[in-house]
C-alpha cells in the first residue's frame, strides 16, 4: 500500500509540473511572480538560469534511456531537471547554476554544461545509434523557457541544413547564421546570390557537382583544404582541384577577406532558405 500511495504522489507531481511546464511554453506566458511560486512549488528553481534541450528523431525517442541518464546526471550535479516527450521529440529543461551561484569546492559535474554532457552522451553512444539532432537554447529565466525552446528548434534546423553531422548544437554556435538567414530573406539577396553563385549553382545542377558545398566548407574552414576535406570525406587534392574550378568559372579572389565574406553570406543565404 505504502508503495502505491508513494507512486501515486509521484505520478501526480509528474503531472503537475508537465501542465506547468505546458502552460510556460504556451503563449500568454504566467505573470512571473505567478511562476515564481509555482515553479518553487514544483521543484523548479527559479533562482536558477535554465537552458532547454530538443530531441528530434525519426522516430519516438528512447524515452527510458534519456530519462534515466538525465536523472543520474541530475543527482550528480544536485539540481532538479526535468524531460516531457512529445511523439518524435523529447524536451530537456535543464537548470544551470549562474556565475554567482557557483562556491569553492563545486564539483566537475556542476562546473561542466549541459552541451558538453549530451555531446559526451552522443559520442559514447549512450543514447544508441538513432537518427537525432539534438538543439540547446541559450540560458534564461524559469519565465522565459519558451525563448529557449524556440532557440533550441533553430539549432536543430540549422544544424540538418548546414551541418549534418553535428549531432548535438548550440543556439549560439549557429545564432548569426540565423540571424543572416532571417535578414536576407528578400529578393534583393535573392538578386545578389545569383549574380556571385549563379554560375556555380547551374553547374552543381548540370554536372551533379559540389562546387558550392565544397566553398561554403572551405570558408567555414578558414581556408583549411586538410579540414574541408576531412569534413567533405574526400582528399585534398579534390578540394584543391574544386577550388580551381571556381576560380576559373568565376575569377574569385578567395585570399580577400571580401570576397570570402560575401560568398559565405551567400552560402548561408542558400543552404537556410533556398537548398531545402
Known amino acids: 500500500m505504502e508503495l502505491m500511495r508513494e507512486k501515486a504522489v509521484e505520478d501526480t507531481e509528474s503531472r503537475l509540473r508537465g501542465n506547468f511546464i505546458d502552460e510556460l511554453m504556451t503563449p500568454p506566458v504566467p505573470v512571473r511572480h505567478e511562476v515564481e511560486r509555482r515553479g518553487r512549488q ?19 525517442p528512447p524515452e527510458e534511456i534519456l530519462s534515466g541518464l538525465l536523472s543520474l546526471e541530475s543527482t550528480r550535479r544536485r539540481l532538479v531537471s526535468h524531460i516531457e516527450f512529445r511523439s518524435n521529440r523529447a524536451v ?7 556565475s554567482s551561484d557557483y562556491y569553492d569546492g563545486a ?16 559520442s559514447e553512444k549512450a543514447l544508441g545509434t538513432g537518427d537525432y539532432y539534438i538543439g540547446i537554447g ?9 525563448q529557449s525552446y524556440n532557440e533550441a528548434r533553430r539549432a536543430i534546423t540549422v544544424s540538418q541544413r548546414l551541418y549534418p553531422d553535428q549531432r548535438v548544437c ?16 528578400t529578393e534583393e539577396f535573392s538578386n545578389v546570390f545569383e549574380r556571385k553563385l549563379g554560375k556555380l549553382q547551374q553547374y552543381d545542377r548540370s554536372h551533379g557537382s559540389d562546387l558550392l558545398k565544397t566553398l561554403f566548407y572551405y570558408l567555414e574552414n578558414r581556408g583549411s ?10 582528399h585534398r587534392n579534390s578540394v584543391k ?22 560568398c559565405h553570406a551567400c552560402l548561408i543565404h542558400y543552404y537556410l532558405r533556398e537548398h531545402k
Open 225 to 234: 583544404l586538410i579540414d574541408t576535406a576531412n569534413y567533405l570525406f574526400i
Open 170 to 185: 548550440t543556439y549560439g554556435d549557429i545564432e548569426m547564421h540565423y540571424m543572416l538567414g532571417e535578414a536576407m530573406d
Open 92 to 98: 530537456l529543461f535543464l537548470p544551470t547554476l549562474n
Open 42 to 60: 514544483l521543484g523548479f528553481n527559479p533562482a536558477y538560469d535554465w537552458e532547454v534541450a530538443v530531441l528530434e528523431s525519426a522516430t519516438a
Open 138 to 146: 541559450s540560458a534564461k529565466k524559469l519565465w522565459e523557457l519558451l
Open 241 to 262: 582541384y574544386r577550388l580551381e574550378r571556381i576560380r576559373d568559372m568565376t575569377d574569385f579572389d578567395l585570399n580577400d577577406p571580401r570576397e570570402q565574406f560575401i
Open 107 to 122: 564539483s566537475a559535474d556542476q562546473e561542466r554544461s549541459w552541451a558538453e554532457t549530451l555531446k559526451q552522451w552522443v
